[in-house]
């Protein structure tokens, strides 16, 4: 097993294999080298991959060549591969491939059983034959499972791979309890995006190897991470069978920066955590199914966050009241479901400092909020979990909505007033008044859209955003040509992190390292 190198040491003996692609064998080569240098384990050249093919020679040049073990697949068009030939000559290259030196070779289990009676006698100590499955339809019942694993053992397999597909995250965990329970070596995979944390969570749970891409886009099968990410987001090495689980919950979720953040801090502070993009389309399902206390805490997003609640044992009074969690916790000692919501703490406390640091006040002399008059835009979750925070602190709360009734219904829960969005304009009882943004106006790809026209941001002395990409959006720059302070969604994004990192670790959270990363995005 190749050395993890630089990236210290390996919790998991889990490999990482590199497939090839390419359309001839010189740029495999080319594909080989740099598989080795992005820190594979080991190479799947795709013999079906290539324009032309002569068995012998390339074979020989391929194994002599490649700087990793090699292993060879020569997929046939019936198991989802390019190869349209006959399967004698398809096979016999297959055995040539183990007579010449490969440390592997795939066999469909259709073909299995008659492919390993023709080799015994020839069969190398060193090649270890793959008896592969692939389901592109479904994942099966976790007995269908046991079963497959049975017959392809039968069909004389040193190591087994199951590929199925994901219709839900959930079918997930069939293929982890048949991979921790295998008593053989073998590779659990489920394909799509929802099967994505298949190809990471693996190393927990002892799978054989998964796959990494050398480049992004440039996949053997839907749902491939790049090598990249398996090492340095996710810290593939440093997965064991006792590394906790955290992720973030939304649909969509592949754009989230979560991993990016919370990854890189567990890592600087030497916690076992992985932290994963889950995507979730019902949330009870996802929880009942991931019902270990191994799944230890989730962050919550779109559409979630008021679903979220509904799952949870108990409720922090906040988020009771919001109506939306955006942060669960999975008590260790009980797995029993604890949910908070940060979203406002992270939003409330940037907004404190922002006013701060402009009126030079230190922080013992209570909220700078209290008395202002605090004017939020949007009646959904977020602007609910303002609208409470900035109330909590003793402002006063006025809620603008595109529909006047939603900001009504908010107002009197709340305890505020309410006015239409449209009237925003022409709006100012006073100076110096607060503004929040939580709707989504201004948001990529939109950017050119505001929720309030720039003349009246001159009533204002702060204004914040909770849209983050762009970070600067049209609003706060023409707030801040406004002569408003302006806080941008980042700071929130930060604010809320910093809660959640405290919670699923039970450490300080590093807040300088945070800055840093979300300062490349």
């Known amino acids: 097993m190749g050395g993890g190198g ?246 969509p979720v592949s754009h989230s920066k979560s991993p990016i953040l919370y990854n890189e801090a567990f890592k600087s502070v030497g916690f076992n955590g992985v932290y994963v993009h889950l995507l979730v389309d019902d949330i009870a399902n996802f929880l009942q199914t991931f019902s270990s206390t191994d799944f230890a805490g989730f962050s919550c997003t779109i559409p979630h966050k008021e679903a979220a609640l509904k799952c949870c044992d108990e409720v922090d009074p906040v988020a009771k009241s919001i109506g939306a969690v955006n942060c669960i916790i999975r008590r260790q000692n009980d797995g029993k479901l604890f949910g908070y919501n940060t979203d406002y703490v992270g939003a409330i406390s940037a907004i404190e400092e922002g006013l701060r640091v402009s009126q030079n006040i230190s922080g013992a002399a209570g909220s700078p909020l209290a008395g202002k008059l605090f004017v939020v835009i949007g009646a959904g979750g977020a602007g609910k979990a303002l609208a409470y925070g900035a109330k909590e602190k003793g402002a006063r709360v006025v809620i603008a909505n595109r529909t006047y009734d939603r900001a009504k219904e908010l107002a009197d829960i709340v305890g505020g007033d309410a006015i239409s969005l449209a009237d925003l304009d022409n709006f100012h009882p006073e100076d110096g008044m607060i503004l929040a943004n939580t709707t989504s106006i201004g948001m990529q790809p939109k950017v050119e859209e505001t929720p309030v026209a720039k003349p009246a941001l001159r009533y204002y002395s702060l204004v914040f955003d909770a849209v983050y990409t762009p970070k600067i959006t049209r609003l706060l720059r023409e707030a801040e040509e406004s002569g408003a302070i302006t806080v941008s969604g980042l700071e929130m994004f930060i604010g809320q992190a910093y809660e959640q990192f405290e919670r699923f670790s039970g450490l300080p959270a590093p807040k300088e390292l945070f800055r840093k990363i979300m300062s490349k995005y």
């Not at 070596?185 to 927990?204: D, N």
Request: net charge neutral.
């Open 6 to 251: 630089v990236r210290g040491m390996r919790k998991n003996p889990t490999m990482i294999c590199a497939p090839i692609m390419a359309d001839s064998v010189d740029k495999m080569i080319i594909d080989l080298n740099k598989a080795k240098a992005s820190g594979a384990d080991l190479v799947e050249i795709r013999l079906d991959s290539l324009k032309s093919f002569n068995p012998t020679e390339d074979l020989k040049t391929l194994i002599t060549r490649s700087p990793l073990p090699t292993l060879f697949t020569y997929r046939p068009i019936w198991e989802g591969g390019q190869y349209e030939g006959d399967e004698p000559s398809r096979l016999d290259a297959l055995r040539l491939a183990m007579e010449l030196g490969a440390d592997y070779v795939d066999v469909e289990l259709q073909v299995a059983r008659q492919f390993n009676d023709s080799t015994h006698e020839k069969k190398p100590a060193k090649c270890k034959v793959i008896v592969s499955s692939h389901n592109y339809h479904n994942t099966p019942s976790v007995e269908e499972l046991g079963n497959l694993v049975a017959k392809i053992q039968a069909a004389g397999a040193d190591i087994v791979k199951i590929a199925t597909t994901a219709l839900d995250i959930a079918d997930v965990a069939r293929i982890f309890q048949i991979t921790v329970h295998s008593q053989v070596p073998i590779i659990g995979i489920v394909m799509g995006e929802r099967g994505l944390i298949s190809r990471i969570l693996c190393a927990k749970f002892g799978g054989y190897l998964t796959f990494g891409t050398l480049e992004s886009g440039i996949v053997s099968a839907p749902g491939q991470p790049m090598i990249k990410d398996l090492l340095d987001l996710y810290n593939f090495r440093s997965i064991g069978p006792d590394t906790k689980v955290y992720g973030i919950i939304g649909k």
